[in-house]
């Protein structure tokens, strides 16, 4: 379970994150929305402190996460796996050596930079590609690779990490429609089979009512929204999008509507003016 007690996030004279109070149980699957500069991403950072908390405390089954320093912080961020909307793959190494570099914090720097990796790891990592269906790319340069493909890759990495929570920051935001799918089919197979909690920053509203479990909605750095997808009304999304609502509302992806989420409600919807 991670806990936030008043977290806030201050840039010089921008408060990106107001103090936020809120409870994530293991195994959710959590969409954060919100238009265009409303603190997502700085929130979602705090989690593994790359943006690093100016108040508040966050807490992970009890555990101060906001005291951690040195390897107990880089511990927790091995135990945070991260996917960007970049990808962050390295385009000329292989396939199979991005994802080991996943294996960084398990098998120390020097011997992952000079590819010492057993066959156990290596069985590790293909078989966290073939998950993504990847499996037959691993010996191909990771720049010969698609969009979406590279999106796997990163997911793969991020799973050799055997992680305790994913974070995907705008994970489809480079991607056309079908690998977009894809990519958020991967984050909640994932989510589904492993019980992995994976938190998402998502632009497209659709994309967040068909996967997520539980929907955060961002306005000014405000947590004004936290609920279900059947809980996020067209009225209440209007609200918390503004001006960029048509965008927000406007199809993700074209082909087949993913059925709901499954899961029992995760959450009572919150309003907060
Ligand atoms: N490193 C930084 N230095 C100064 N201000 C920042 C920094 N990072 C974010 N901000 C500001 O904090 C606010 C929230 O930004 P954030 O990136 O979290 O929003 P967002 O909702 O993720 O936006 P987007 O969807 O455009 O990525 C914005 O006003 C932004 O300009």
Same mark, same amino acid.
């Given at each position: ?25 293991? *195994? #959710? =699957? ?7 500069? /409303?603190? +997502?991403?700085?929130? &979602? %950072? ?9 108040? *508040? #405390? =966050? ?7 906001? /005291?951690? +320093?040195?390897?107990? &912080? %880089? ?10 909307? #970049? ?15 996943? %294996? ?170």
């Amino acid at each position: 379970m991670l806990e936030f007690k008043g977290l806030t996030k201050q840039f010089r004279d921008t408060i990106a994150v107001k103090p936020a109070t809120l409870t994530i149980p293991d *195994g #959710q =699957m959590v969409g954060i929305i919100g238009r265009s500069g /409303a603190g +997502k991403s700085t929130l &979602l %950072r705090m989690i593994n402190r790359l943006n690093e908390p100016s108040g *508040g #405390q =966050m807490l992970f089954h009890g555990r101060d996460i906001t /005291a951690l +320093k040195g390897r107990e &912080l %880089r511990q927790w961020r091995n135990e945070c796996a991260m996917v960007f909307q #970049q990808f962050n793959l390295v385009g000329r190494l292989d396939v199979l050596t991005n994802v080991m570099s996943g %294996r960084l914090f398990h098998h120390g720097f020097i011997s992952s930079m000079a590819g010492m990796f057993s066959a156990k790891e290596r069985a590790f990592a293909i078989r966290a590609l073939d998950r993504l269906g990847m499996a037959h790319v691993a010996l191909q340069q990771t720049d010969t690779l698609s969009g979406g493909q590279m999106q796997r890759v990163a997911i793969a990495r991020a799973l050799v990490q055997e992680p305790r929570i994913m974070l995907a920051d705008e994970p489809i935001a480079s991607l056309d429609p079908l690998n977009a799918k894809v990519v958020m089919d991967a984050l909640r197979a994932i989510n589904q089979e492993d019980g992995l909690t994976v938190v998402c920053n998502l632009h497209t509203l659709d994309t967040a009512r068909q996967y997520c479990d539980r929907i955060i909605g961002m306005q000014d750095g405000v947590i004004v929204f936290d609920g279900t997808a059947k809980q996020l009304t067209d009225k209440a999304a209007r609200e918390i999008y503004g001006a960029e609502a048509e965008e927000a509302f406007s199809e993700a992806m074209t082909s087949t509507t993913l059925r709901p989420s499954d899961k029992p409600e995760a959450a009572t919807p919150r309003v907060v003016n």
